[in-house]
C-alpha cells in the first residue's frame, strides 16, 4: 500500500452526480457530445463545461455591445 506524504494531501478523483428530473433532458446533451468526440460520460460532461466557458469568456470580450447584453 502507498503511503502519503503529509507534504501532499490525495487528491480526490470520483464524484458522484445526482440527476434530477428537471436535467434529464440534458442526458441526451452530453450523449450527444461523447458520440461526436468519442467520450467517455465524464469526459463529456467536462467537455461540455469548458465548451460553455470559452464560448461565455468569447462573448464578453466581444466588441458589440447587444451581444454583450446577452449574458
Known amino acids: 500500500m502507498p503511503t502519503?506524504?503529509?507534504?501532499?494531501?490525495q487528491e480526490r478523483r470520483s464524484r458522484v452526480l445526482s440527476i434530477s428530473e428537471r436535467?434529464?433532458?440534458?442526458e441526451d446533451t452530453i450523449e450527444s457530445i461523447q458520440m461526436e468526440?468519442?467520450?467517455?460520460?465524464?469526459?463529456?460532461?467536462?467537455?461540455?463545461?469548458?465548451?460553455?466557458?470559452r464560448l461565455r469568456k468569447k462573448i464578453q470580450n466581444h466588441d458589440w455591445a447587444i451581444v454583450r447584453e446577452m449574458l
Open 4 to 9: 502519503l506524504s503529509p507534504e501532499k494531501p
Open 23 to 26: 436535467n434529464r433532458p440534458l
Open 37 to 53: 468526440n468519442g467520450l467517455s460520460w465524464s469526459q463529456a460532461v467536462f467537455h461540455g463545461i469548458r465548451e460553455y466557458d
